[in-house]
């Protein structure tokens, strides 16, 4: 909801089809390649009519953007229309400072926040100045930057499940640097990462919260 | 001594090799490699550049020699005669209290009177070269026997700091491994800037001299060093811990 | 051969985590390679020239593979032009039966060796053992484990996860030394002790960094000396490398050099580098009269055979992905059951020792590409995990739950309805066990790891197209 709140802000004609499910990650990540095509099929199918594409979350922007064209390397009917939707998709902040060419969106909110940097938006994207251009562009905020601020939270998909106990030991490493910060929220352009984080500080009791980016781009916004 | 035989399963082992490549056929032509390409008038053109530019550049590549073996833990020395370079030679080893000193029997101690400028404080160095009264099997026991070595090196790279040595009659390999401490002297005009400078002489030299062309040399570019045991940082383990460079002019 | 434990990840893992020593060796002694990389690199170059020599390598390399039929011919003919002897072991077994051949052909009672990884996937010293011959590791890290009867636990440093207590301990068992806390003190019982060795052996067995085709060289980078006592001191030298660490050109071994030592040590240079082409010329004061060069396959035509995977046979081996990879840092190297840990071990042990039983392996990994960004020949090994992750799949050894569970993922991602249709359906199930919108612990196939650690969300009452629909304004546009 922040991200069309945000988005209608800037004067962009949003829609949801509502027809969408999913990018197919999941499934491409655990190896089942031809389920994951599947569910891939049917997002171009929803998705690509439309003049951009915009996703509040990185892994599944460079699930479209980089792997649609590996997933249909060989269907050559496919395949052009998996790269011409990955070339028309867009991680928000990405569309935001680098197509809309907004710096400020113009909300105001209070206090400390961090940034963690999601693995696939990082290095996969190359996504790392725009979110904190807009994260600094929000009044009132400040940014205080972790230790291994591009270190990986443990998420990872199914092995946050498959091997829960590495999974936690990375997540606490994450979450020292976060409270070493000070900062009163953590905020990151994922949702995985933030439901692992979430989950465990919430877990721990700590009073750090864990926000979306696109949530705090909203905040203040009329 | 007669080229040892080929493997009886190479044939079968390149096979198949071949085919997990999906090639049927051995490849005949050479590789469209850049540097493998180079015939040898290309790359004698190179190495006349290569000299060219390493003589020009003598003064900046000895600074950049000296400031990466401070770097890389050497003690470095300059001296601007044979006779000033053996000095220095001589003060390192009263400093060092080594009494067993072995050296190699390189041309360039015919210029650096080391052995005098020992004698003056005690006991001349070893020779670690065989002849007609020493024998090659005392070579090891002397070497191990030792406690600093003065070596002769055929090069030294400013890039990496690292003394380029060649074994051969009269230049042992455990002359500059064995004893605990070590003394290179190097002549500035030894000096090489770059690593990739020495590979393109010694492939100069492999293509044109391919029998004369050596079997075994080393880079030495410090002290030995070992971080094995808690990432902590240790000197010398199996190869001289502490390591001298004397750059002279010849 | 060593066990192979491939299959035993999962717990093995879980066993590290809660190991406080492999703990303490994975954090400040880590952060030092990772550091030390960063510095070596910096210090001589921006950050475009290091990624353009990476780019650079990775082609050589790959030029290198494609051809390496070529190469490989090339290194053969030119070893045995100078006078080496060059040998093609299919195995594990062959490469063993190949050692102990030259051994007892010189009457070798003792074998002193330097770092090989191919050695230790072969077994070479339990072989050794069995017939009558001492092997005795001269690379400090290596000599550790030998006492210990381990296996390496990283690529470079075989032994950082043992304190300076236990070394001291065993070397108080094995050498019969007084104890010590000092670590230079303990170097200097181990120097003395192999410096005997070095003086008696028979045999030198080496391993291979690189191998130039174009002379027939092998290029030893040591820190320590081993190397070169290994390589000079007895009377046969045998170098064992895995086919795959060829380099075309003698002119390509700067560019290598430079990659390596930064990448492995962060160095500029390591101490020694050896380049070895044959047996000493007749001339020389010492060195080994006979050299013999082992090539080995032992699997690595699988990883050959496929497109994909045969990047992996670029690594030159200098840990940086170990040392960068944020799931190794927390488990260590034993839990990876075999020879090669951290990213390129999750690739390459299980093609090497087989997919099936190593099916955890490639699953081992969050994907993060922190492995890719530093890798000195640039491969892609997160593109390699989720080949081989395709793979397993393809080939029915999947984990049967997370089948099922991806199944009805599949089934439930076909249209808007069925989607929300599922979510009702979990919330449905999580909402009586939920306490302010979160549940603590979940039993569920699959997915129920979660809650070991973290509490789940339930899934909001009306969702985002609900929300859309009613109170967004709707509509396609």
Redesign the interface.
């Known amino acids: ?1 922040a991200t ?1 709140k945000v988005l209608r802000h800037l004067g962009v ?10 990018c ?1 990650q ?8 031809p ?1 994951a095509a ?2 891939a099929r ?1 997002f171009i199918e929803t998705f690509e009519g439309y003049q951009h594409i915009v996703a509040p979350s990185g892994s599944c922007a460079s699930m479209i953007k980089v792997y649609y064209a590996e997933l249909f390397a060989d269907d050559s009917e496919m395949l052009g229309r998996a790269k011409a939707v990955g070339a028309k998709t867009y991680e928000l902040t990405d569309f935001i400072v680098n197509v809309l060419g907004v710096t400020e969106v113009g909300g105001t909110s209070a206090g400390l926040v961090t940034y963690h940097d999601a ?2 938006l990082l ?2 994207l190359g996504i790392a100045k725009e979110p904190r251009t807009l994260i600094e562009g929000v009044r009132g905020v400040e940014i205080q930057e972790m230790e291994k601020s ?3 939270c ?18 606490d ?1 994450k979450l020292q640097n976060v409270a070493d910060t000070g900062a009163s929220c953590v905020v990151a352009n994922d949702c995985g990462c933030l ?2 984080m ?3 500080m ?2 721990a009791g700590s009073p750090v919260r864990a926000q979306h980016i696109a949530e705090l781009l909203a905040e203040g916004l009329d | 001594m007669p080229t040892p035989v080929e493997d009886p399963n190479k044939a079968a082992f390149l096979e198949r090799v071949r085919e997990s490549l999906g090639r049927h056929s051995p490849i005949l032509a050479t590789p469209d490699h850049p540097t493998l390409k180079a015939t040898l008038p290309r790359h004698e053109e190179k190495v006349r550049t290569i000299l060219g530019k390493t003589e020009a550049r003598r003064v900046a590549n000895i600074a950049l020699l000296v400031k990466n073996a401070t770097e890389a833990a050497w003690q470095v020395h300059q001296a601007k005669t044979g006779a000033a370079a053996a000095g220095v030679v001589s003060d390192i080893v009263a400093n060092s209290g080594a009494r067993n000193v072995v050296r190699t029997s390189d041309d360039l101690f015919k210029r650096v009177d080391v052995d005098g400028a020992l004698r003056k404080h005690g006991a001349g160095p070893v020779v670690l070269a065989s002849n007609r009264t020493r024998r090659k099997s005392e070579i090891r026991r002397l070497a191990f026997g030792s406690e600093l070595g003065i070596c002769g090196v055929d090069y030294a790279i400013a890039e990496t700091a690292s003394c380029v040595v060649i074994p051969r009659r009269g230049v042992a390999r455990l002359a500059s491994l064995a004893p605990a401490k070590l003394i290179v002297l190097v002549d500035e005009s030894q000096v090489l800037e770059t690593l990739d400078d020495f590979f393109a002489l010694m492939r100069f030299g492999f293509l044109t001299q391919r029998a004369r062309t050596p079997n075994y040399y080393n880079f030495i570019s410090g002290p030995s060093r070992t971080a094995d045991i808690e990432q902590t940082l240790t000197i010398g383990v199996h190869g001289p811990g502490e390591v001298h460079m004397v750059i002279f002019t010849g | 051969m060593p066990q192979v434990k491939t299959d035993q990840f999962k717990s093995a893992s879980v066993k590290a985590l809660h190991d406080a020593n492999i703990q303490r060796a994975l954090g400040a002694p880590f952060a030092h390679f990772v550091d030390g990389r960063k510095s070596a690199i910096e210090a001589d170059y921006t950050e475009e020239s290091w990624d353009s020599m990476r780019e650079r390598a990775a082609a050589i390399k790959a030029q290198t593979i494609e051809r390496l039929d070529y190469y490989l011919d090339l290194v053969d003919r030119n070893v045995r032009r100078n006078g080496g002897h060059v040998h093609f072991a299919n195995d594990s077994a062959h490469a063993n039966q190949i050692v102990l051949d030259i051994a007892k052909q010189h009457d070798v009672k003792t074998v002193i060796k330097s770092k090989s990884m191919v050695s230790e996937e072969m077994g070479i010293n339990e072989v050794l053992e069995q017939n009558g011959i001492e092997p005795v590791e001269t690379d400090l890290g290596e000599y550790i484990i030998q006492l210990a009867k381990e296996t390496p636990f990283h690529l470079i440093a075989p032994a950082v996860h043992k304190t300076k207590e236990q070394v001291s301990e065993l070397f108080e068992k094995f050498l019969k030394s007084a104890p010590t806390a000092d670590i230079e003190r303990l170097c200097v019982i181990a120097r003395d002790k192999l410096r005997e060795q070095f003086a008696k052996a028979d045999m030198g067995i080496s391993g291979a960094n690189f191998i130039v085709a174009e002379t027939g060289t092998v290029v030893l980078v040591t820190n320590e000396g081993n190397g070169r006592m290994t390589t000079s001191a007895p009377r046969v030298h045998v170098a064992i490398s895995g086919m795959e660490k060829l380099l075309p050109a003698i002119e390509d071994v700067g560019l290598f050099l430079r990659l390596l030592a930064r990448s492995a040590t962060g160095q500029r240079i390591t101490s020694y580098n050896s380049f070895i082409s044959g047996p000493r010329a007749g001339s020389d004061e010492d060195g080994p009269e006979e050299f013999h060069l082992i090539l080995v396959d032992n699997g690595r035509l699988e990883l050959l055979k496929d497109e994909v995977l045969r990047e992996a046979l670029s690594c030159i081996r200098c840990g940086a992905c170990l040392n960068h990879c944020p799931v190794y840092r927390k488990v260590g190297g034993h839990a990876y059951g075999w020879v090669y840990p951290g990213p390129i071990g999750a690739i390459v042990s299980p093609v090497l020792t087989g997919l099936k039983q190593a099916k955890d392996l490639p699953y081992a990994s969050t994907l993060c590409g922190a492995c890719r960004d530093v890798c000195p020949v640039g491969i892609d090994l997160p593109k390699l995990l989720l080949h081989l992750r395709h793979k397993i799949v393809a080939d029915g050894a999947g984990v049967w739950a997370e089948r099922l569970a991806v199944r009805r993922w599949h089934n439930a991602m076909k249209t808007r309805q069925k989607l929300e249709g599922s979510v009702r359906l979990s919330r449905l199930l999580l909402k009586p066990i939920a306490r302010g919108g979160y549940v603590k612990r979940m039993r569920a196939p699959v997915v129920g790891g979660w809650t070991k650690g973290r509490d789940f969300p339930v899934p909001a009452a009306k969702s985002f197209a609900r929300i859309w629909a009613d109170e967004l304004g709707g509509g396609r546009s």
């Open positions: 909801m069309v004609d949003v829609a949801f089809p509502e027809d969408q499910t999913c197919g999941i499934g491409f990540n655990g190896g089942y390649r389920e599947d569910v049917h693995c696939h290095r996969e591009d270190a990986c443990g998420f990872g998909g199914l092995f946050s499940v498959k091997f829960p106990e590495i999974s936690t030991a990375m997540l490493d439901m692992h979430r989950g465990a919430r877990r």
